[in-house]
């Protein structure tokens, strides 16, 4: 299996301020992501990290909102902009890793980082 | 677009009961599916596996099936425990778009005593 780490693992953050969450992989990472998860709802895919390039955003998330580096295979983080209350959300960090002995991907998850703006 | 629901939105047993959790898709055309469990405030931990080449996974108490052409998959859980008390997440990644998962809303589990 694969271990992903976040920090901070939390936060309360002042409205209009942002938050960077860093997420780091020990596992041969294919591809990484970003989740939000809103209160009582189930996971939506931010964007995919590119290492080295422009995230992928899905629809309804934006780079200047959500900006997201990735400088190498194993480490990215995601800034969440401009804080809101509707941002008050746990952010997950997850990464598809090469299991070599099943010669296949499987997807892990990071524990999360519990944002709340005030 | 791949939609994914699980049923039911919530569940809770007596301690020992055997349970099973359902998770339907729209599309067919899948890649994987995969079964999560989330503890509260945490992430999710990734429970069983399912190629589409596949019928069934077993890991230790749980066992999970998949029916492709039906849409559907279930998440049986032998002998519940009180240590199973958790959100169950089905997660659904499409051939058209190999890299992203599709998540249900999840069943919300509660083992009594």
């Known amino acids: 299996s694969a271990v992903i780490s976040q920090k901070p693992s939390r936060d309360i953050c002042q409205r209009g301020t942002s938050l960077t969450i860093q997420c780091q992989v020990d596992s041969q990472v294919t591809m990484m992501f970003w989740y939000r998860q809103q209160p009582g709802q189930s996971l939506t895919l931010i964007a995919t990290?590119?290492?080295?390039?422009?995230?992928?955003?899905e629809s309804g998330f934006v780079i200047d909102k959500f900006p997201i580096s990735r400088p190498n295979l194993t480490f990215s983080t995601l800034t969440v902009s401009n804080l809101s209350p509707e941002d008050s959300s746990i952010y997950l960090c997850s990464a598809k890793v090469r299991l070599g002995d099943r010669g296949r991907d499987e997807q892990y998850f990071g524990p999360g980082t519990r944002l709340t703006v005030t | 677009k791949q939609e994914v629901t699980q049923i039911p939105a919530a569940l809770s047993v007596p301690e020992g009961e055997n349970l099973v959790l359902n998770c339907s898709f729209t599309?067919?055309?899948?890649?994987?599916l995969q079964w999560f469990r989330q503890d509260p405030g945490k992430g999710l931990t990734s429970l069983l596996l399912i190629q589409s080449s596949q019928r069934e996974q077993t890991s230790g108490r749980l066992n999970a099936s998949l029916d492709k052409s039906s849409g559907r998959s279930t998440l049986y859980i032998a002998a519940s425990q009180p240590g199973d008390s958790a959100t169950y997440l089905c997660a659904v990644r499409s051939t058209g778009t190999a890299s992203k998962l599709t998540f249900g809303t999840g069943t919300r589990l509660q083992v009594t005593l």
């Open positions: 599309d067919s055309a899948i890649y994987n």
């Open positions: 990290a590119n290492q080295g390039s422009e995230a992928t955003y």
